[in-house]
């Protein structure tokens, strides 16, 4: 296997495992990645996720040693233009919201953190940018290599970091083709946290047990409202329109019965996802 997946209580932890490869994404890596995240949507008893690599990198993008790797692009892309074209019914969907990619966490609203040990790149950074959170080892770089390539940044790079950092500094990182390091990327407001090498996992934990104390209904809307609110730039209006409503769906819920009731008693939460 080259995803090694593993859970531990409400936590499930995601390891690309092809080091010799710098975790570059191949086919089967996408198909693994790709099943994973629809059947960690539909588990009820896993509320985050953790995605990082194995070895001195997390990801470098796709793997474009392959000898068919240039034709598998073209046919990925030709499907891709052909699905966006017939099929609307993606609009509602967290794909559609979080961004374009397959093998990316753009199939759930469930929480997804980024350990980023080392290398991510390309398509690895594209990954690293459709999760939520981003904790970067203070050896990682961060960037964008696709020019250099003959590619345009692809898997929601461009859309996700002209929204994510300052305007001017994502077109330097795009069009240069050039990466950061952890503490600029921090400076930027890429990276939530840097940390040294040892403690990247160990925070990683620290932050997805943290959420994963809370409501998973309540977690899950409010990623829902941030991300449809400012991602598909729908407007002020229309954003404060979404999150008034899942605002209204939240309160009648019986989680949110028993995290008042819970403070009122002075007591911990026991949230059941109801």
């Known amino acids: ?45 896993l509320h985050v996720a953790i995605i990082t690599g194995a070895g001195r990198a997390f990801c470098a993008g796709r793997d474009l040693v392959r000898p068919d790797a240039h034709s598998d692009e073209i046919d990925r892309a030709a499907r891709s233009a052909d699905r966006s074209s017939r099929d609307s019914r993606l609009r509602a969907e967290p794909s559609n919201a979080a961004g374009l990619s397959s093998w990316g966490p753009d199939q759930t609203w469930k929480p997804v953190i980024a350990a980023v040990n080392g290398w991510c790149l390309a398509g690895g950074f594209a990954l690293a940018l459709s999760c939520d959170l981003r904790i970067m080892s203070e050896t990682a770089r961060i960037g964008s290599m696709a020019p250099r390539r003959g590619l345009l940044p692809g898997g929601g790079q461009v859309q996700r970091l002209a929204r994510y950092v300052p305007f001017g500094k994502a077109l330097e990182l795009l069009l240069r083709a050039n990466h950061l390091d952890a503490h600029e990327a921090h400076r930027i407001g890429l990276a939530n946290a840097v940390t040294s090498p040892d403690d990247l996992l160990p925070t990683a934990r620290e932050w997805a047990e943290e959420i994963a104390a809370n409501a998973p209904l309540a977690v899950r809307a409010t990623k829902r409202a941030a991300y449809e609110g400012m991602l598909l730039q729908s407007g002020f209006a229309d ?18 019965r028993e995290g008042t009731t819970a403070f009122a008693e002075k007591r911990p939460a026991q949230f059941t996802g109801r």
């Open 1 to 45: 296997m080259t995803v090694r997946i593993e859970t531990d209580g409400k936590i499930a932890t995601i390891t690309l495992d092809r080091p010799e490869r710098l975790n570059a994404i191949n086919p089967e890596m996408s198909r693994q990645l790709d099943q994973f995240w629809s059947e960690f949507d539909r588990n009820d008893a």
């Open 239 to 256: 954003g404060m329109a979404l999150e008034s409503q899942l605002y209204s769906e939240i309160m009648v819920t019986e989680d949110a």
